[in-house]
């Protein structure tokens, strides 16, 4: 019998997208996320990171969080944003209660070049043309079912959920208790999109227990 492997994935679990960095990106109760993935991880195979790792001199990058989301004519960093995740700062480092990074299975760095400003962690491009790896290698781990959680619910995490139903083919779980949005009208209309891909969301990890 083959039994049908699963994986977790921590999208962007990040201080840039919680209190502790306010100047960046702060998500209300962002960085209270560590025990939510620690569980959600314990009912899979495998554990995958992903953190955004922006340069300063991104060209996206806008000094006044006033001047942010607005359109961009790069074809790879559709909008504005205040500087966010750069490596060596303490947005870039990963939240409470993680373990480190060389204890994940898989690591995927979002966003190093500065004219790249991907939200999917499936690939360096938003024209989806430059693959990160990520979707061979859960093939390759013959994982058929992803639990996804982390920051934010209305970017990072639904983009990378819906690469994962649509190019990946994986049964798709959104573990909502594990996640947090930016905004509450862009979480709503990113959870009605995901729900249209047929990705599954969750509130609890009673439910996920199910799985
Ligand atoms: C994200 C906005 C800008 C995210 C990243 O991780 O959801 N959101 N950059």
């Known amino acids: 019998m083959r039994i049908a492997r699963i994986a977790a994935i921590d999208v962007d679990p990040q201080r840039t997208f919680t209190p502790d960095c306010p100047d960046e990106l702060p998500v209300p109760e962002g960085n209270q996320l560590g025990s939510a993935l620690n569980a959600q991880a314990a009912l899979a195979d495998v554990r995958v990171l992903t953190k955004d790792a922006h340069p300063a001199n991104a060209v996206w990058v806008v ?20 500087k966010h995740a750069v490596p060596g700062t303490k947005g870039f480092e990963t939240i409470d209660d993680l373990p480190p990074v060389t204890e994940y299975d898989y690591v995927v760095w979002k966003g190093v070049e500065p004219d790249l400003h ?11 043309k430059l693959s990160t790896g990520l979707i061979e290698w859960l093939h390759s781990q ?32 959104v573990n909502l208790a594990a996640c947090r949005g930016i905004h509450p009208q862009t979480v709503a209309a990113a959870c009605d999109e995901m729900l249209d891909e ?5 509130d609890s990890q009673l439910a996920l227990g199910c799985l």
């Not at 000094?63 to 790069?74: G, I, K, N």
């Not at 991907?118 to 989806?128: L, R, S, V």
């Not at 047929?198 to 969750?202: F, R």
């Open 118 to 128: 991907p939200y999917g962690a499936c690939f360096h491009d938003i024209e989806e």
């Open 198 to 202: 047929g990705i599954k969301l969750v």
């Open 142 to 173: 013959e994982v058929e079912t992803v639990i996804v959680g982390g920051l934010a619910t209305d970017y990072c995490v639904k983009t990378t959920a819906i690469q994962l139903k649509k190019r990946g083919q994986f049964d798709v779980i």
């Open 63 to 82: 000094d006044d969080a006033a001047d942010m989301l607005q359109p961009l004519s790069y074809k790879n960093a559709d909008l504005t944003w205040v």
